[in-house]
């Protein structure tokens, strides 16, 4: 008779237990070899890989296509998972010079990763990383302490700009919610059949003071669109594959 408790104890333990609901899935291939990472598109990986849209509006007024648009592809293999992300934008502007002042106002491309796909909170905790890549490459998040810090050792990248239209190569080593900001962690090995919470965005400014938008690569419903950089619940899903 015991059992009639079962059907209460997975509701309670579910109930105390939010999980993330997939959502936006991708499936990444693996690279049979690395690609080198220097702004062309020329490696094996991404000539068999997928364009995949970066067109949502999270912020700001609507744009035309010459103002912005983008478009990306992904390929992973045991030590990073690598984004090829084309950007058209008619003006590159970098007008804050410290990386840790005002990032989000600069052109900058955001990587957003929840290495468990746990979903959640991350505001001020490692559950997930919001990583701002400025045209300088220095990559940026908030840490548990509440203040911007420099994440370069967890993402390489490069940039070629041929007039308006720049080709980033990133690599993105993952780290999970253990991770301690000034210790010393250690990057994820990644293997088949793991899923990574994942969006990319771009903060697009030609000249203000602030950012004119915030494109990201994922729908969020309702009103409020930023709402990447605190929870992990509105970042898609990304099932690496053979
Ligand atoms: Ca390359
Ligand atoms: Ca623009
Ligand atoms: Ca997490
Ligand atoms: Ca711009």
Partial sequence: MKNIYLPLVFFFFAC??????????????????????????????WNTAKWHALDQNWLGNAFSHEDFNGRYKLCW??????ILVEITDDILYDQN?????????DDCLEVFIDEDNSGGNHQYSHNAFAYHIALDGNVVDLG???????????IKSHRTTVEKLSTWEVAVSLYDDDYKDGKEN??????????????????????????ENFIGSVFVPGENKNLGWISADTFGTLLLQD
């Fill in 144 to 154: 548990p302490d509440k203040a911007p810090r420099l994440y370069n050792h967890h």
């Fill in 186 to 211: 250690s990057a994820k090995v990644l293997s088949r059949g793991k899923k990574i919470g994942f969006a990319l965005a771009y903060c697009d400014n030609d000249g203000s003071r602030e950012r």
């Fill in 16 to 45: 105390s237990n939010p999980k993330k609901k997939d959502h936006q899935i991708i499936d990444v291939k693996k690279a049979l070899e690395s690609p080198v990472l220097d702004g062309k598109a020329t490696d094996n990986c």
């Fill in 97 to 105: 010079q410290d990386p840790l002042k005002f990032w989000w106002d």
């Fill in 77 to 82: 293999d045991t030590n990073a998972l690598y």
